[in-house]
């Protein structure tokens, strides 16, 4: 059964309290000095988003092409890259444990809508990408999503549900092997 969207309530809907949008607003202001710094300056971006409430660990490498969407709900451990253009849609919270790679043009989305109320409520899903996990190319990570440990998402994949450690992924829809 489906069931007709109902725009206008979705619209009038208070997804963000005033400190959100504030904040949200600000960080809008503060894009251009992020995503304009050299490639090296990543000791810069990581200071940047600490001040938006970001808890980023040590040696962590983001590039300037990335797009993040409310940096206070991201927690980076040590080492971990993030290549050109990634997309973190952090809606919902997102973790990245330690030495993990987002690889370039990857999308991590913790967040959609409900379909099945009419006013199509925005949900806010955590993500978690466990330690030494590799993100590739182009791949995306879906709301609630947990990658494990050690586990590798293949370029172009899609990850709809979770993957345990020491698997591969692969494809749309996803298939999984252990790794050998």
Same mark, same amino acid.
């Not at 993030?82 to 043009?105: C, P």
């Not at 199509?120 to 990570?141: N, Q």
């Given at each position: 059964?489906?069931?007709?969207?109902?725009?206008?309530?979705?619209?009038?809907?208070?997804?963000?309290?005033?400190?959100?949008?504030?904040?949200?607003?600000?960080?809008?202001?503060?894009?251009?000095?992020?995503?304009?710094?050299?490639?090296?300056?990543?000791?810069?971006?990581?200071?940047?988003?600490?001040?938006?409430?970001?808890?980023?660990?040590?040696?962590?490498?983001?590039?300037?092409?990335?797009?993040?969407?409310?940096?206070?709900?991201?927690?980076? %451990?040590?080492? !971990?890259? &993030? #290549?050109? /253009?990634? @997309? +973190?849609? $952090?809606? *919902?919270?997102?973790?990245?444990?330690?030495? =993990?790679?987002?690889?370039?043009?990857?999308?991590?989305?913790?967040?959609?809508?409900?379909?099945?109320?009419?006013?199509?409520?925005?949900?806010?899903?955590?993500?978690?990408?466990?330690?030494?996990?590799?993100?590739?190319?182009?791949?995306?990570? %879906?709301?609630? !999503?947990? &990658? #494990?440990? /050690?586990? @590798? +998402?293949? $370029?172009? *994949?899609?990850?709809?549900?979770?993957?345990? =450690?020491?698997?591969?992924?692969?494809?749309?829809?996803?298939?999984?092997?252990?790794?050998?």
């Amino acid at each position: 059964m489906s069931v007709q969207a109902d725009i206008t309530a979705n619209r009038q809907t208070r997804n963000w309290d005033k400190r959100a949008m504030l904040g949200r607003l600000l960080w809008g202001f503060c894009q251009p000095f992020f995503r304009c710094s050299p490639r090296i300056f990543w000791g810069w971006r990581v200071w940047l988003l600490r001040c938006f409430g970001a808890q980023i660990g040590r040696q962590v490498h983001i590039h300037p092409t990335v797009r993040i969407m409310i940096p206070w709900h991201l927690a980076i %451990g040590d080492q !971990v890259g &993030i #290549g050109d /253009r990634v @997309i +973190l849609y $952090a809606l *919902g919270s997102i973790q990245i444990e330690a030495r =993990a790679t987002i690889s370039q043009n990857a999308h991590l989305c913790a967040g959609s809508h409900d379909w099945r109320d009419p006013a199509r409520p925005l949900i806010r899903a955590p993500i978690h990408i466990g330690a030494d996990a590799w993100v590739c190319a182009d791949a995306f990570v %879906g709301p609630g !999503v947990r &990658i #494990g440990a /050690r586990a @590798i +998402l293949g $370029a172009r *994949g899609v990850a709809m549900c979770d993957m345990p =450690a020491d698997y591969i992924g692969f494809g749309n829809p996803l298939q999984l092997r252990p790794q050998t």
